[in-house]
């Protein structure tokens, strides 16, 4: 019998979303930088020039702001836009848009109508990228209303979460990592909706919760440390907005200890929120309060080894869910 | 008929090495200065590519092709002003004085490549593409608010020319008098979008009219050309004129960066008729023609310019590798009590 393992790569997976999405619907247009011929600074939208055209597949001039203020356009006038900006890093240069715009339209119009933009984009450190290249900035669109924010670990979810993406009627900020792309394994048919966090491991003595690459890196230390006797629940959140922490809490609840584990920077970081909020429905449970492990607060270096060294590993993460729960590491 | 692209374009040595404006040829030591400075500049960016496949430098954007565009431009300076190059123009930043070790320990990843040496003018290469034009407005303005007559020199390709940030600098600069030298390498691609598909404009120095600045157009390849319009520029600058807009016709006959591949994108038909108006060839084809050049002189300043690279490189080698807690050293010029504090935690984990 043959069984066909880690067929698909996060990147391919994506790639057939946004070309189920093409197909299904032609409201649907691609722009951004190198998105065409080039097949996007990633790959991700390789071959969809060829088969859908210049009229749905667009390079434009680089200019973050022009791209995403004339997706917003597109958006309100009836289209259903998916930009890709090239790194997260440059959101920056568009943030009138995507903050100012494209997140209050709905409110200020009073409801009358939406922005149903998709702003694919990647972030995170692993390919020594340096310092404007390499952030994890989603904390930026949690603190904005009216974004929606993706943020998938797996192959499956990449897929079926941007599906979902395009089916919504409000703007949804979706974050790749560039660590991620060249992941592979099984598509599967299907997957929760956004707003349904996920267990990935079961364990009864810690709760880890992460997102995104950082995933990968809590069940490698997850399985470190069922060598010392150490179970991690691991939890994987998969959307920042909508939230849920329902299984967070059910968690803690038989845990007592929550190792929050994230990528982006500590200060004001999405992990703050998470300890917040965890800290708020989990309280009577807890035997410790919430424990942080993030991005270090500083810019991302682009010597591999200083870089790696910004960003929790599985050995520091390992060693932190040890001291949570008191034991030596 | 001429092509579109070569229209207005100021050639004083054309692809042949021939000379079709002997008004405008500068002395012979000039010449010797400007034809001595593409060739290390070549040689560098040779050898750097090198450097990258024994994984001696990480990913690095070549310039070849255009060492008249960068070298012609950045001699066109002095120490006292200000230079703005991009990460294309690794062959301004090292004509106009930065040296190659700490070139090669930039591009190798390295933070001993990061600080300037004291009282050099040069900013670091700017990736984001474009926020250097506005930096150099506010470069050029402190000049002239400190009673001093220095200008402030910045590069973009014409895919950068296409953000928000050139447009406002040019405005910005123009509305101030800001003392810039705007140059715009039109090499012709952006990774793997032509020009013509990033702006309907032809003639891109035509923009500067909008803005009401100067705005010139130069053989790119030409390093007599791109000097002569470029000291010019300066020297209006210099004199309280305002700045001005220099598009250098050129070609980006390599690739991106060392991990790209062009024949994703281009044939290189183009590249290969771009590659018969090489500036280095061209110039020193008129150089000897006039008998100002030969086998002999070429081979010195060969041997020159290697022992150049290769002490520089050695000198780069001698540097220490980095450590883990060294990343929160220079987020203030005091650290936080948090940031004291993740250092200390940092050594704790790695030991360094
Ligand atoms: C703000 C910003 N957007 C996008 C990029 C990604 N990017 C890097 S180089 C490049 C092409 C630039 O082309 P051009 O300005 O013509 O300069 P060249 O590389 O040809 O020298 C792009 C889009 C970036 N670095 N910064």
């Known amino acids: ?329 | 008929m001429t092509e579109p692209q070569e229209q207005d374009m100021l050639t004083i040595i054309d692809a042949s090495g021939g000379c079709v404006r002997p008004d405008l040829v500068p002395d012979e030591e000039t010449l010797a200065r400007l034809y001595r400075a593409m060739r290390r500049a070549r040689h560098f960016d040779e050898r750097a590519v090198v450097l990258h496949r024994q994984g001696r430098m990480g990913v690095y954007p070549p310039f070849g092709g255009m060492e008249a565009s960068q070298a012609g431009t950045a001699l066109a300076l002095t120490h006292d002003d200000w230079l703005l190059p991009t990460y294309r123009d690794t062959g301004a930043a090292l004509t106009y004085g930065l040296p190659i070790s700490q070139i090669v320990l930039y591009w190798r990843t390295s933070p001993h490549g990061w600080a300037m040496p004291e009282g050099l003018k040069v900013l670091p290469f700017y990736i984001p593409i474009a926020t250097q034009y506005p930096h150099a407005v506010g470069c050029a303005l402190a000049e002239r608010m400190q009673g001093r007559r220095n200008v402030a020199m910045a590069y973009i390709g014409d895919g950068g020319s296409s953000e928000g940030d050139f447009h406002e600098a040019l405005n910005f600069a123009g509305a101030l008098d800001a003392p810039c030298v705007f140059v715009l390498q039109n090499n012709g691609w952006a990774i793997s979008v032509p020009t013509t598909a990033q702006t309907r404009a032809v003639n891109l120095s035509r923009r500067a009219e909008g803005y009401g600045i100067p705005g010139v157009r130069v053989d790119g390849n030409d390093i007599v050309a791109v000097h002569h319009v470029t000291r010019e520029a300066v020297e209006r600058a210099r004199a309280g004129g305002g700045p001005t807009l220099i598009e250098t016709v050129t070609y980006r006959v390599k690739p991106h960066t060392v991990s790209d591949d062009p024949g994703r994108y281009r044939t290189e038909d183009l590249t290969r008729e771009w590659l018969e108006k090489d500036p280095v060839t061209r110039l020193r084809t008129y150089l000897t023609t006039r008998g100002l050049w030969d086998d002999a002189r070429e081979d010195a300043l060969t041997r020159d310019i290697t022992q150049e690279f290769e002490a520089a490189v050695e000198e780069a080698d001698r540097f220490s590798e980095p450590t883990p807690s060294e990343i929160v050293d220079h987020v203030f010029a005091t650290p936080t009590p948090q940031l004291t504090e993740q250092r200390a935690q940092l050594l704790e984990e790695y030991g360094a």
């Open chain 1, 1 to 329: 019998m043959t069984t066909a393992v880690d067929t698909t790569t996060y990147r391919d997976a994506l790639r057939e979303a946004l070309r189920e999405g093409l197909r299904r619907d032609p409201h649907v247009v691609i722009l951004g930088e190198e998105v065409g011929r080039y097949g996007g600074a990633y790959g991700v939208t390789s071959g969809l020039l060829d088969e859908f055209g210049e009229d749905r597949v667009l390079d434009t001039p680089i200019s973050e702001a022009g791209i995403v203020g004339a997706a917003v356009g597109a958006a309100l006038a009836g289209l259903r836009p998916v930009v890709e900006l090239m790194y997260v890093d440059f959101a920056a240069l568009a943030m009138d848009q995507i903050v100012n715009q494209a997140a209050k339209a709905r409110s200020m119009f009073g409801g009358q109508t939406g922005v149903p933009l998709v702003l694919r984009t990647q972030g995170g450190t692993g390919r020594s990228a340096g310092a404007q290249h390499s952030q994890s900035l989603e904390a930026w669109f949690l603190h904005t209303p009216g974004l929606r924010l993706y943020v998938p670990a797996t192959v499956t979810d990449a897929h079926h979460l941007l599906l979902a993406a395009l089916r919504e009627p409000d703007p949804v900020v979706f974050v790749e990592h560039k660590a991620l792309y060249t992941t592979r394994s099984d598509l599967g048919a299907h997957a929760p909706p956004p707003g349904v966090s996920v267990r990935r491991r079961e364990g009864r003595d810690v709760t880890v919760v992460t997102y995104s690459r950082m995933l990968h890196r809590c069940l490698d230390a997850a399985q470190a440390l069922a060598a010392r006797g150490v179970e991690a629940d691991v939890i994987d959140l998969r959307t920042l907005c909508p939230l849920d922490l329902e299984p967070v809490v059910a968690s803690a609840r038989r845990t007592g200890r929550v190792l929050i584990v994230t990528e982006d920077t500590l200060t004001g970081g999405v992990s703050a929120e998470l300890a917040a909020r965890v800290t708020e429905l989990a309280f009577d449970w807890l035997e410790e309060p919430p424990m942080r492990l993030a991005g270090e607060d500083v810019p991302i270096p682009v010597a591999p080894a200083l870089e790696e060294a910004s960003v929790p590993t599985p050995l520091r993460i390992e060693r932190a869910a040890l001291r949570l729960l008191g034991r030596r590491a």
